[in-house]
């Protein structure tokens, strides 16, 4: 009988493990797809290995991204705000470039969340480091592969894309710039 009430405890567990993963899952589903054209000849800024679209790809596109919690799991990636760099015109928030030098990110559409996040600071964590930056721009989730977006896709919708000075308080060797798994919070 123990084994039975073992077995039947476990199979619940599971269930409620299904469950939740599902609900999470479901709190922000993709809102469409974008399909990739051709980049005018040197249109699109592959500064920092960013990607350009490619013709006839398919690209999701988000509205949403992941619940925000003391600790949201993210990804960072890496962004230049400067002038000529590869996060195209001026920030969002205040309609400025800023320099590579200073703890700087743009947060997937929705954690931007309309622009609520704008010019507040962000706590991040990863490399076994933390370091406090501030949103001054969106990735944009639900569009992209045009000239407004620099003929890049669609961010996805998990992104804190920093600048080179948040890389580099996390003490994140420059070979491994590009993607990595981090933790962020409202600071």
Request: charged fraction near 20%.
């Amino acid at each position: 009988m123990k084994n039975l009430s073992t077995s039947i405890f476990l199979l619940l567990a599971l269930l409620l493990a299904a469950a939740s993963l599902e609900a999470r899952l479901q709190s922000c589903n993709p809102s469409g797809k974008i399909r990739g054209i051709n980049p005018p000849p040197g249109q699109c800024n592959r500064e920092n290995d960013s990607d350009c679209c490619k013709v006839g790809e398919l690209y999701t596109t988000y509205k949403c991204s992941p619940p925000v919690s003391g600790s949201t799991k993210a990804v960072l990636t890496i962004n230049s705000f400067q002038k000529g760099g590869d996060g195209g015109g001026p920030s969002e928030c205040d309609n400025k470039y800023h320099s590579d030098d200073t703890p700087v990110v743009a947060l997937s559409t929705g954690w931007y969340s309309g622009g609520s996040r704008c010019l507040n600071n962000i706590k991040i964590s990863g490399n076994g480091k933390s370091v406090i930056a501030m949103v001054v721009d969106e990735c944009d989730s639900t569009m992209g592969c045009d000239e407004d977006h620099d003929y890049q896709p669609p961010c996805p919708n998990n992104i804190v894309d920093a600048s080179k000075a948040v890389w580099k308080a996390l003490g994140v060797s420059e070979d491994n710039w590009g993607d990595l798994d981090i933790t962020w919070s409202d600071a």
